[in-house]
C-alpha cells in the first residue's frame, strides 16, 4: 500500500468502528477500500473481520453500562452467534462470491421495515401478552435464538449491515429499551467477528497492514461512536439506523447489478 492508501484505510477502520458501534454496517466503509487498493474479495473480506474486532470489543467497552443485569441474556445469544459465525466463516469459502448478494439487500430491507415499525409491533406484542396474562421472556426464546443464529451466519460471511437485522429482531422479540439491545449487538457482532476471524486464520490469506491498520482505527472509532450513541434518544437512534441501512441497500445494489 502507498502512505496514501494506508491512509485510507485508517480513516475508514475509524469510521467503521463508529458506525457499527451505533448502528452497524461499518463494513460497507472499509471493504470497497479495500478493494480500492487491489486486494482481492476473499483476503479484504477476511482482513477486513479481523481488524474490526478490536472496534467490536473497544464499542462493546463503552457501552457496558447498558449492558449491567444482561449476562445470562448475553451468554444465550452468543451460543447462537458462535454457530452461526462459524457457519458463515465456512460458506466464504465454500460458496461462490454472489451467492448472497441477491438476498442481502431483501434481508436488509425488511430489518428495516421492522425497526420503524417496532414501537407500534412492541406495543400489540405486549397487549396480546397481556390479555394472555404472560410476560416477556428476558432472552426471546427458540425464535429470537434461531433469528439471531441465521443472521450471524450471514455476519460470519460478510458482517455489512448484520448489526441493523440483530437490532430489528431483537427490537420485536424483547422488551426493552433500544439502547440496551445495542449494547448486545456490540457484544455479539464482535463474537461473530472472532469466530470467522479465528477460522481464517487457518484457511485464509490476511493482508497484516489493513489488519493493523483497520484494528487502530475501529478501536478509536468503537470509542467515539458510544461517546455519542449513547446520548441518542430512542427515535434518533432508530432514525440513525433507517438512514445507515437505506444507504447499505443502495450500496449493495449498486455492487450487485452497477
Known sequence: MTIWEMLA???AG????AINTVVGSGTLITFPVLLATGLPPVT?????????????ISGAIGYRAELTGQRPRVLRLGVAAVIGGFTGATLLLVLPSTAFETIVPVLVT???VLVILQPRLARA???RRARKGISA?????PLLFTGLLLASVYGGYFTAAQGIIYVALMGMLLDDTLQRLNAVKNILAAIVN???ALFFLFVAEFDWTAVALIAA???VGGQLGARFGRKLPPAALRALVVTVGVVAIVQLLIHRYG
Request: proline residues 5%; hydrophobic residues 50%.
Open 194 to 196: 472472532s469466530v470467522a
Open 9 to 11: 484505510v485508517l480513516v
Open 217 to 219: 482505527g475501529s478501536t
Open 137 to 141: 421472556g428476558p432472552d426471546g426464546g
Open 44 to 56: 479484504a473480506t477476511v482482513s477486513n473481520a479481523l481488524g474490526l474486532i478490536p472496534g467490536s
Open 125 to 127: 406484542v405486549q397487549a
Open 14 to 17: 475509524i469510521s467503521a468502528g
Open 110 to 112: 425488511l430489518a428495516l
